[in-house]
């Protein structure tokens, strides 16, 4: 059915047939079908049927639509009545004459319709208002309208009939009480031009409105400007100003309008301006004014706004300007004030200026305006202290005699030095931004938002807020920071970035700074660590691989500590870039290393990379022992076969001196009849063998995977050295239960002494001989042990020369102090003899006592017995005077 | 005591930290130049690490990268029809987006080098000829997008190389 409609409405537009909605109310008038049918049809006057160019624009055009069962007729006439013309389904037109037209006067129609079309303030939706002003009693109540309409990107004058494409929509109108209808087009596409159409349908009768084109930019009704105050100019004089409608899309023109009394709403237009403010002087104060504001396009067609709320000229006794300023710590305001004492009015130069009721403002920081207009400057702004629930400072205006009026103006003071820290991750496209916010610095009711700008290359030295900017999403993290990613990333552009501040107040930002993501790298840490000792050099080596980003030179920090519970780092700086291992020196070669390994970039610049994974090296061998094991020997006697078999014992070697392990021990024999011969020795430290010749030296060598000691002690056992006595004396001391001295003196003698080896063994138990190697040019020497002070110990000096060990010197250790154990004995005799003899002394003493207190009183006179005593009250205190 | 040649002194004296700071700005400039085309070959590399054995070239020689770059102009006017190819690239391993961002860098850093030395720079004639490239990216997407890929890669260490020895335009 509609395919028809479109084709006629493409005829229709190429024929110009079309209305211009305006930017007022218009009416549609409407006849039924009887009445229009007379009126006879001529084919093929389309070509010659006027266009509506000259029509565009037109305040108010009346129209009207019949519509037959069949086909359907459209009249479109303006106010003159000169140019209406008629069409049929089939492409027929006829233009009216003048007593045809005549008769097709609205209050002759049988329908009426009062139509307003607007674009809404929010530039998102159309509305068309229907209100029914006649209607003739054979039409029942009951309508039925529907809103149909087709987009074209052209406007009307170059509109073909090819631009108009697709289907036509259709919005039905909903009913807003008995005669009264609303019709909407939402989602509007501001400068297309939409042809439109009304279907009205009451019962079986179907009216059709004649098609109707608007541009909804050319009809918009403006929201109404907001926020109306009073501000004061740098001379001092009042002005009225308000804000924009939040969309405006092309400029504004404004009418202001006054009511003299608020009571008697008698309102006066006063101005039409093109900006938002108005300068009104200082007349209208102390009056009860009400001003209102209105706004609409200001240049082409549209619709007047609503009038905004009233606002109040009421004056105040004292005003100030601002009344409430928000500002940052380190700013300077200013603050205006008129001061209306009981009608009259204070002049500036009496007006003094007070902060918080208790500090009065030098004189100083006011200015003069005007007359009655004082202004007070405030410097280098500190931030406000919160004092209970006020927030803000209190400025008082005040007259000269220091009476100050209740009302005062509010300052806040906010501090915004809010630090922005950035960090660009090891892919190098992504940087994270956080910051955070001392909550109680920040006034109730702030939002925040990152706002930045990005320059093609690099900061600018001094980084200030540009006036194009744009924001940056932010999300509270729970470490009570905010976290704002940018990805992709423009490694070496300046990312100027600021916080803002809004408020009912106003807007603050926070001290601009400049980041470029290159500069904040936090780079991954190196990768394939490993760590090793080297063997022969003894150096922890460790070598890495470095991360594929950032490409520049890096410098590392290798942190290494052995491997035990508790971890002591040592940290070793490597900057000599371009590099990939390290060789550090480490004292103990023969334990486990803990080695990590992290990076950053060598100019210093950005952040250090997390530690790497950890490394531990192996413990090896590094090198062949550094010496043989220090050994001793026990001689035992075989009686029965007569023969001495010497079995060595020696401690295990130390790590430091394995360097790592030993794998086996050498023995090396080497008798005094010149033979030589090796034996092996993998398990155990002791080995035994029999000494059957005059001298047998033996020398034994620790193995490990690398090699033999080559530095190794030796000792001959020689008969004939073995009855060399040297050691004259010999003395055990002990100092306490861990540490004996061993003191002795020597003979003179003629042999060279290469060392000495101490024995010690306590008698009483069957322990284990221990010995020491001590140094030859020493009498004296600390043995530390666990002693037992009440057992007897007995300590053997040896000798050691190159040709053998000589016959020892021998003490038996502790042996004096039992001895004395009877003295102890004795004490415990005489202690109790002594205590005794005390008892006794204190007891004579006691009744000695007693007996010179009985010969004592016996002198004193018996008051009962001595005339002159008598009648004296011993008990009462006398004065001898 | 007069001395006159202390106001010229003091002239000398503030003018010279703006002459000294001069030549260290565009030491950085070149140093950032390098290191941010290596960091796009590096992004690149991995993720793109096959290197076409044999080139084919038929149709495709509108995409630079065949001749070496032997001046900031002509890098630049590369580096500018690289940033209309990538983005039709359908790679979604490569960090295209990113690669995007990192050339437009490299102009700048370029441009910075070329105002330095007194140069003038042109807008790329070769924008024109990219006509067949949607046509090229739907028959052989792939091959488009390796080729596209490895002469950047040829462009950007022919840029490396040329800025060791850059002294004129």
Redesign the interface.
């Known amino acids: 059915m509609y395919w028809p409609i479109l084709d006629f409405i493409r005829m229709a537009v190429a024929h110009c047939m079309v209305h211009q909605i305006p930017a007022s109310s218009f009416m549609l008038p409407c006849m039924s079908q009887n009445e229009t049918s007379v009126i006879p049809l001529t084919a093929g006057v389309a070509a010659s049927s006027p266009g509506l160019h000259g029509q565009h624009g037109t305040a108010e055009t009346n129209s009207l639509v019949l519509v037959a069962e069949e086909s359907f007729l459209c009249c479109l006439w303006s106010e003159t009545h000169e140019n209406c013309s008629l069409y049929t389904a089939g492409m027929e037109t006829k233009k009216f004459t003048s007593s045809e037209i005549s008769s097709l006067a609205p209050q002759q129609t049988d329908l009426s319709w009062n139509i307003q079309c607007w674009t809404k303030g929010d530039l998102e939706l159309f509305v068309c208002i229907l209100k029914l002003s006649n209607k003739k009693s054979y039409l029942n109540e009951e309508f039925k309208i529907n809103l149909l309409y087709v987009l074209s990107e052209l406007s009307l004058e170059d509109m073909s009939t090819g631009s108009l494409k697709g289907n036509f929509m259709v919005t039905p109108c909903d009913c807003n009480g008995s005669d009264k209808y609303e019709c909407h087009i939402p989602s509007l596409k501001l400068n297309y031009t939409y042809i439109t159409w009304l279907n009205i349908i009451n019962g079986v009768t179907l009216l059709q409105s004649p098609l109707m084109s608007v541009r909804p930019i050319n009809i918009v009704k403006p929201e109404p400007p907001l926020n109306l105050r009073l501000e004061m100019t740098d001379k001092g004089q009042l002005k009225i100003c308000w804000s924009n409608p939040v969309l405006t899309p092309y400029p504004l023109q404004y009418e202001v309008k006054f009511s003299g009394n608020a009571t008697q709403n008698a309102w006066q237009v006063v101005e039409i301006v093109i900006e938002t403010s108005l300068i009104i002087g200082n007349m209208l104060i102390g009056s009860s004014y009400l001003v209102q504001v209105r706004c609409k396009s200001l240049h082409g067609p549209g619709f007047w706004s609503d009038w905004s709320t009233p606002y109040n000229l009421n004056a105040e006794d004292v005003m100030y300007f601002p009344p409430k300023i928000l500002t940052t710590v380190g700013s300077n305001v200013s603050f205006h004030c008129l001061y209306n004492d009981k009608n009259k009015m204070i002049l500036s130069k009496k007006i003094v200026w007070w902060l918080n009721l208790a500090e009065e403002i030098p004189e100083r920081q006011y200015t003069l305006v005007n007359d009655r207009v004082s202004r007070v400057t405030l410097f280098n702004l500190n931030a406000t202290k919160p004092r209970g629930r006020f927030f803000y400072n209190a400025l008082y205006c005040c007259n000269q005699n220091r009476e100050c009026h209740h009302r005062y103006a509010e300052l806040y003071v906010v501090d915004v030095s809010i630090n922005i820290t950035c960090e660009t991750d090891g892919y190098l496209t992504k940087m994270t931004c956080r910051w955070s916010t001392n909550t109680n610095a920040l006034l109730v009711g702030s939002s925040l938002q990152l706002k930045y700008y990005r320059s093609s290359i690099y900061c600018s030295d001094f980084p200030s807020i540009p006036p194009k900017s744009e924001a940056k999403e932010c999300h509270l993290q729970r470490n009570h920071y905010y976290e704002c990613t940018f990805q992709p990333i423009f490694l070496l552009s300046g990312y100027t970035m600021w916080i803002e501040i809004k408020h009912q107040l106003g807007t603050l930002e926070s001290p601009p700074t400049c980041v470029i993501p290159a500069d904040v790298v936090k780079p991954f840490p190196p990768s394939n660590v490993k760590a090793e000792i080297t063997k022969n050099i003894g150096l922890l080596n460790v070598i890495w691989t470095n991360p594929a980003f950032p490409n520049s030179d890096l410098k590392f920090q290798i942190r290494y500590s052995v491997n035990r519970e508790e971890i002591l780092w040592e940290i070793f700086e490597v900057s000599n870039a371009p590099t990939r291992s390290a060789m550090i020196k480490v004292l103990d070669l023969c334990v486990v290393y803990i080695v990590q390994v992290r990076c950053s970039g060598l100019d210093g610049l950005g952040y250090w990379s997390d530690w790497s994974k950890p490394a531990y090296t192996i413990v090896q061998d590094i090198q062949a022992p550094l010496r043989g094991p220090e050994f001793w020997r026990v001689i035992n006697e075989d009686p029965i076969r007569k023969q001495k078999n010497v079995t060595l014992f020696w401690k295990p070697l130390m790590k430091n001196y394995s360097l790592c392990s030993v794998c086996r021990y050498i023995v090396k024999h080497h008798t005094s009849e010149n033979i030589t011969w090796t034996e092996y020795v993998t398990n155990g430290t002791t080995y035994t063998y029999p000494w059957t010749e005059d001298a047998h030296t033996v020398t034994i060598l620790a193995v490990n995977s690398i090699g033999a000691s080559s530095m190794n002690f030796n000792l001959t056992l020689s008969q004939q050295m073995s009855t060399v006595n040297i050691v004259q004396s010999l003395s055990a001391y002990p100092v306490n239960s861990s540490c004996v001295i061993l003191t002795w003196t020597l003979s003179p003698q003629l042999y060279v002494i290469t060392s000495f080896v101490i024995e010690w063994k306590n008698l009483n138990e069957e322990e284990q001989m221990k010995w020491i190697r001590v140094a030859p040019n020493i009498s004296k020497y600390y043995i530390y042990d666990h002693f037992i002070l009440i057992e007897k110990y007995q300590f053997s000096l040896y000798p050691i020369f190159p040709e053998g060990v000589g016959n020892p010197r021998m003490t038996d250790g502790f042996i004096k102090d039992r001895s004395e154990k009877p003295n102890d004995a004795g004490l415990y005799v005489i202690l109790p003899i002594v205590i005794s003899s005390l008892v006794l002394l204190l007891g004579t003493l006691l009744i000695s006592q007693q007996r010179m207190k009985k010969l004592f009183w016996e002198d004193v006179p018996n008051p009962k017995n001595c005339s002159w005593a008598q009648g004296v009250n011993f008990q009462k205190r006398m004065d001898i005077l | 005591m007069r001395c006159p040649g202390l106001p010229l002194c003091g002239l000398l004296w503030f003018w010279l930290p703006l002459f000294a700071s001069r030549p260290v700005k565009i030491d950085k400039v070149k ?2 130049t390098k ?2 085309t ?2 796009i070959i ?1 992004r690149i590399q ?1 993720e793109h690490t096959q290197t076409p054995c044999s080139e084919p070239t038929a149709g495709l020689d509108f995409i630079p990268g065949e001749r070496p770059l032997e001046s900031l102009d002509s890098m630049d006017e590369t580096l500018q029809i690289f940033q209309r190819i990538l983005p039709s690239l359908p790679m979604e391993n490569v ?1 295209v ?2 690669i ?3 050339i ?2 490299l102009r ?2 370029i441009q ?1 080098l070329g105002s330095h030395l007194g140069c003038t720079f042109h807008k790329s004639s070769n924008l024109a000829a990219l006509g067949n490239l949607t046509e090229l990216l739907t028959l052989s997407p792939y091959t488009t997008a390796v080729v596209a890929l490895d002469r950047l890669q040829t462009c950007l260490h022919s840029i490396v190389k040329h800025l060791d020895h850059i002294g004129s335009c």
Do not use: W, Y
Request: overall charge negative; hydrophobic content about 30%.
């Open positions: 140093a950032d290191n941010l290596r960091t590096a991995e960090p987006a990113q995007f961002n990192d437009e860098n700048s850093l910075t």
